[in-house]
């Protein structure tokens, strides 16, 4: 695996499984759990940029 495009996370049993569960039904049809993890940050991470950004707008 090229450790320039991936890197990899532990993630605690319980956690594993919850992202397992997701994998499998969250969607339409089931993805990869690396795919499931991707999303989830990937829009958590939007939000905490409009977060951010609402924030800095109260300030100013």
Do not use: C, W
Not at 7 to 24: G, H, M, W
Not at 34 to 60: D, L, P, W, Y
């Amino acid at each position: 695996m090229d450790p320039n495009k991936f890197k990899s996370v532990a993630i605690n049993i319980k956690t594993y499984k919850q992202l397992q569960d997701l994998a499998e039904s969250k969607f339409e049809l089931p993805i990869s759990m690396s795919k499931t993890v991707e999303f989830f940050i990937q829009k958590g991470h939007e939000e905490f940029k409009q977060n951010a950004n609402k924030q800095i707008s109260k300030r100013a």
